[in-house]
């Protein structure tokens, strides 16, 4: 009988440690256990989610792109951008003239981010930096669209979150993030369609789209109410200001 109960407190015990560390990767235990789970994950990310370049240019920045149309130099900002999959998207589309901010605040995620911008070439579309993404270091209305994608749920307040992202977009410009489909095992992490809708409305946003994108996440688009109003060049100047960028060769002051 002991025996017996003992083998089913270490089963209990066994998937309690492994829901907490590798099903929801450290969600549930603050963000320094997340931030230091990515770090040790750094080096297998994109070898297991086997992101195609081309696919992500097709559809990630084509349609954002599209979105902000007439505007092909929009200001951009990749939330919680882990190893950089989104900025060389847009980097590496031909129509993009603008300039993309990724954050993290895993240094080893950034800095496999930082080997892509160099290996591509993409110094001058893409700023990498180290920052939490429940604080943003942006003035308000600072950037023309914001993207978040496969993050929203490791963040420690998914809704203050995006809260923060709202502030920072600029009115008319516009948000790409996602939600999983499968929001059982990640129980008040990660909304489903019908609370990201109403979240959205909360905070001014428009033209709220939700669609299928790849097999376990929802693909989200909004805009920020108001009238289009693209940044000028000195927003973007004093953004940039005061960074401290992620490169290959360390963390530089911009
Ligand atoms: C699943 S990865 C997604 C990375 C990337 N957006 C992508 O699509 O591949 C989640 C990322 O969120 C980052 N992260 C977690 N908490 C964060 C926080 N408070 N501030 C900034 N980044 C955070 C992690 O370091 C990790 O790189």
Redesign the pocket.
């Known amino acids: 009988m002991n025996i017996l109960l003992l083998i089913v407190v270490l089963l209990l015990t066994g998937f309690l440690i492994w829901w907490l560390l590798i099903e929801t ?1 450290g969600a549930y235990l603050g ?1 320094r256990v ?2 230091a789970l ?2 040790i994950y ?1 080096g297998r ?1 994109d070898r297991v ?1 086997q ?1 195609d370049l081309r696919t992500d240019i097709l559809l990630l920045s084509q349609p954002l792109l599209q979105r902000l149309l007439p505007q092909l130099d929009p200001f951009i900002l ?9 900025p060389p998207a847009m980097a590496a589309n031909a129509r993009f003239q603008g300039h993309v901010i990724g ?4 240094r080893r ?2 800095e496999v981010a930082a080997e892509k911008v160099a290996a591509g070439h993409y110094a001058s579309f893409i700023t990498l930096a180290r ?4 604080r943003l270091p942006f003035p308000d209305s600072a950037f023309d669209a914001v ?5 929203l749920e ?3 307040d998914p809704e203050r ?1 995006l809260c923060e992202m709202a502030r920072v977009l600029r009115p008319g410009g516009v948000l790409l993030a ?1 939600i999983r489909i499968d929001t059982r095992w990640m129980p008040g992490r990660t909304p489903n369609e019908s609370e990201i809708r109403q979240l959205l409305e909360s905070l001014d946003m428009t033209a709220i789209e939700v669609e299928k994108w790849q097999s376990d996440y929802k693909r989200v688009w909004a805009k920020k109410a108001g009238a289009v109003d693209p940044l000028g060049s000195a927003t973007r100047e004093r953004v940039l200001r005061g960074l401290c960028e992620v490169t290959i060769k360390g963390v530089e002051q911009v």
């Not at 920052?131 to 429940?134: F, G, K, L, P, R």
């Not at 993207?147 to 993050?151: D, F, G, S």
Request: contains cysteine.
């Open positions: 990767e963000r997340v931030v990515y770090d750094a990310y989610k992101f990749d939330v919680a951008t882990g190893t950089g999959r989104f954050i993290d605040l895993s995620m950034l920052h939490d993404a429940m993207a978040c994608l496969e993050a490791f963040l420690p979150a996602t």
